[in-house]
């Protein structure tokens, strides 16, 4: 099995930062690509940032939120400066996984980690 695991979520006032963290354990072969989705109340989830070939980020987060990866790791960062009350949402990374079992791509979702933004 994989197992995605998030951390680093948390209560911040509006501009200030947090970095978000997330490790892949398990029966992995190989990671494509890793990134970042959001999903706030009443709304669908949305892409923040992926990091497969160059970095791709939403517009809404272009120039405050950083996504990086440590290869060696398995796992993929979120730092996020200038937070805005509308950055408040649940935090799920993901990962596209070759298993060793299987030699197949498979993508797998974190739990997913909270963050709230506000005075």
């Known amino acids: 099995q994989v197992q995605l695991v998030e951390s680093g979520g948390g209560l911040v006032q509006p501009g200030g930062s947090l970095r978000l963290s997330c490790a892949a354990s398990g029966s992995i072969f190989s990671i494509s690509a890793m990134g970042w989705y959001r999903q706030a109340p009443g709304k669908q989830r949305e892409l923040v940032a992926t990091s497969g070939g160059s970095p791709n980020y939403a517009d809404s987060v272009k120039g405050r939120f950083t996504i990086s990866r440590d290869n060696a790791k398995g796992t993929v960062y979120l730092q996020m400066n200038s937070l805005k009350p509308e950055d408040t949402a649940v935090y799920y990374c993901?990962?596209?996984?070759?298993?060793?079992?299987?030699?197949?791509?498979?993508?797998?979702w974190g739990q997913g980690t909270q963050v709230t933004v506000s005075s």
């Open positions: 993901n990962a596209d996984v070759v298993r060793v079992s299987t030699g197949r791509e498979f993508r797998y």
